[in-house]
């Protein structure tokens, strides 16, 4: 039973526009949401966070969006870059996280010249 | 700072040989976590560390072993290699509450 779930494998987005990741969860103990970008043969590497306290957290270009009620969230990256062409892992975890983070199966977002 | 580093990047085992993951952090983490990634899919967790000395099971743990005798390193093990454990294998640090760091992966083949 999948607690993370990114029901979109791919996503093509043209050059300037703007991306929108989703992810939706289904265990309500989660209190600490990450995206994590991927590229070919390299780790995940950190992109944004949110606690559950908050419903909005802005880093530059990216944005992440949580709605609890839906227990949905989303990730906004505006404008699209050539380089934001990646796989993004949405993951979650519950109080410190000291026994890991639950991932989804990942965006692929191919962004278009 | 190197943060998170695997040896080796890539590897070729026969069905029934042996290997050992290594991973190592400078950044002093306590938690440290060895997750595997097949195709299309997510990382799924195998092994976790909340210090040295102490282990503890993820989700799919079974055909792995690890130890933390320090706080650095925390190897993976497998014992009896099986195709279904060709995978990537990520390895990651953590501090408290702090963001989760990964290594850049080992991509394991079994034949």
């Known amino acids: 039973d999948q607690q993370v779930k990114q029901n979109s494998p791919s996503l093509s987005v043209q050059e300037g526009r703007i991306s929108i990741l989703n992810c939706d969860y289904t265990?309500?103990?989660?209190?600490?949401f990450l995206w994590y970008k991927k590229y070919p043969a390299e780790g995940p590497t950190f992109l944004i966070s949110?606690?559950?306290?908050?419903d909005k957290n802005e880093d530059g270009r990216f944005t992440v969006f949580l709605n609890k009620s839906a227990k949905h969230l989303s990730l906004h990256i505006v404008p699209s870059q050539p380089g934001d062409s990646a796989v993004y892992f949405c993951?979650?975890?519950?109080?410190?996280?000291?026994?890991?983070?639950?991932f989804g199966k990942g965006t692929h977002l191919i962004i278009q010249p | 700072n190197a943060g998170v580093t695997q040896t080796p990047k890539f590897r070729i085992l026969k069905i029934g040989q042996s290997m050992t993951l290594q991973c190592t952090q400078d950044m002093n983490h306590n938690y440290m976590y060895w997750y595997r990634q097949d195709p299309g899919m997510g990382l799924k967790l195998i092994y976790y560390?909340?210090?040295?000395?102490?282990?503890d099971k993820g989700e799919v743990p079974n055909g792995y072993n690890v130890s933390r005798s320090t706080t650095e390193d925390f190897p993976l093990r497998l014992e009896l290699a099986a195709p279904s454990q060709t995978s990537v294998y990520f390895c990651?640090?953590?501090?408290?509450?702090?963001?989760?760091?990964f290594g850049p992966g080992t991509r394991l083949l079994v034949l």
């Open positions: 560390s909340v210090g040295a000395g102490i282990t």
């Open positions: 949110i606690s559950s306290i908050k």
């Open positions: 265990n309500s103990m989660f209190d600490y």
């Open positions: 993951a979650a975890r519950d109080g410190e996280g000291a026994d890991g983070l639950t």
């Open positions: 990651a640090s953590q501090q408290g509450k702090e963001t989760q760091y």
